[in-house]
């Protein structure tokens, strides 16, 4: 049993938690919540000569390990906890030393592992198509200001986001490089799944690279990447010798400076949706809203589930890759909340809730867009040159109108 004997014994059995997991209304099981599972952690804990007479058997079950896979990793019981119990480690913690006995993690977390180790990305994808996203016109500079660590989502899945994010930042002048087929997982969907074995040697890899190219700081779109190597690779390896920054947090920089120029006028109602790993479990809320406002003509407005009480888009944990139909439920709820706020755009900073929130929307036949922050910045600073002329437009209109 990990060192949890402290949540065990202070949990008041009180269910603030329950209504607030995601996981428990896709799954309507008591068994299932926060309540639910510390509860049964606790009956394995505490074992006594008396259960053994009632004959009291409690064991860990097929349901029980599933249980604890079936979370999220959203950490919105922790934020209503009444013991303050830190439910973002707790359920990690859980989750390691099921995978230590032998009894987790879901089949589909063993292979996203396997295929971590063997092709350091959980798509299974070659090393040599990492890069492929990189935009021809930005000059990879040997002494860079910047390392773009672009992340598995970005680099296989949801390129336009990594080449959204470093255009921007090369239109701000940042010297960039990329990693590139060097680039190595951040270990995060193995981390999540209790699978903490590779970390020390992926995240060694992973900042000896970023030393090697000399920059003085590596900046990520993935709100799952920041999280894992500004919070985790300490625990695992070491903390990363440069500064590691979320992309909105080194933006908003780069705006107040002045050095990233807005060119053109937006006109839109956005809302927008806080990561999990950026937001709960990252800190990071103000950052990315500042960006959000200082856009010429975007208008912010909140859903009502916001910040710490964001509603999770359901991605995380593992729990997309093993329970994918829950989790795009979860995303559609997400979207309906966004709907109602009568936005244009759903906007979030990380490729994997933009993936999922637009599953999301697509099951509900909502056309709403939902975009990464990068991309609302890639329009709101398009060089003039690169503007098509009104009349070209008009022209291409007429042409298809024909
Ligand atoms: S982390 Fe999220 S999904 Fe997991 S038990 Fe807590 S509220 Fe439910
Ligand atoms: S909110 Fe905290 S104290 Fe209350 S049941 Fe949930 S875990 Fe226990």
Redesign the pocket.
């Known amino acids: 049993m990990p060192d949890i004997k402290r949540e065990l014994l202070?949990?008041?059995?009180?269910?603030?938690?329950?209504r607030v997991c995601p996981s428990y209304e896709q799954t309507p099981w008591e068994s299932i919540t926060?309540?639910g599972k510390?509860y049964y952690l606790n009956q394995l804990a505490n074992r006594s000569p008396m259960d053994t007479i009632l004959r009291r058997g409690v064991k860990i079950d097929d349901e029980f390990v599933e249980a604890v896979f079936k979370c999220t990793g959203c950490a919105q019981?922790e934020t209503?906890?009444?013991?303050n119990?830190e439910f973002a480690d707790f359920w990690e913690k859980v989750r390691e030393w099921l995978v230590e006995q032998g009894k987790g993690p879901m089949p589909a977390h063993s292979k996203l592992y396997e295929r971590i180790k063997q092709t350091k990305n959980p798509y299974g994808e070659p090393a040599e198509k990492r890069g492929a996203w990189w935009p021809e016109e930005i000059p990879r500079s040997p002494q860079a200001d910047v390392v773009f660590f672009a992340g598995c989502t970005a680099s296989y899945r949801m390129q336009r986001i990594a080449r959204a994010g470093a255009l921007v930042l090369h239109r701000a002048g940042v010297k960039l490089d990329i990693m590139g087929g060097e680039e190595w997982c951040c270990t995060s969907p193995a981390l999540r799944t209790g699978q903490t074995d590779i970390t020390h040697e992926f995240a060694q890899h992973n900042i000896r690279e970023v030393e090697t190219r000399g920059a003085k700081a590596m900046v990520m779109t993935c709100a799952g990447c920041y999280k894992t190597t500004s919070h985790d690779y300490g625990t695992y390896y070491s903390n990363p010798t440069f500064p590691v920054y979320h992309f909105t947090q080194y933006v908003l920089d780069l705006i107040k400076s002045r050095k990233l120029k807005f060119t053109k006028e937006l006109n839109l109602k956005v809302t927008y949706h806080d990561p999990c790993h950026l937001g709960r479990h990252g800190g990071v809320f103000e950052e990315p809203r500042e960006v959000l406002k200082k856009i010429p003509g975007v208008e912010l407005v909140e859903m009502p589930r916001n910040r710490m009480g964001s509603r999770c888009c359901g991605a995380g944990g593992g729990y997309k890759s093993a329970f994918n139909d829950l989790a795009v439920n979860i995303a559609a709820e997400r979207v309906k909340e966004a709907l109602a706020t009568g936005a244009d755009i759903l906007v979030t900073t990380c490729p994997f809730c933009v993936l999922n929130l637009q599953a999301g929307a697509k099951q509900i036949g909502s056309n709403i867009r939902v975009l990464d922050i990068s991309e609302l910045l890639l329009e709101a600073t398009e060089p003039e040159a690169e503007k098509v002329p009104a009349a070209t437009v008009e022209k291409a209109k007429a042409a298809t109108n024909a």
């Open positions: 202070a949990c008041l059995q009180c269910g603030y938690c329950v926060p309540r510390v019981c209503v906890c009444h013991v119990i």
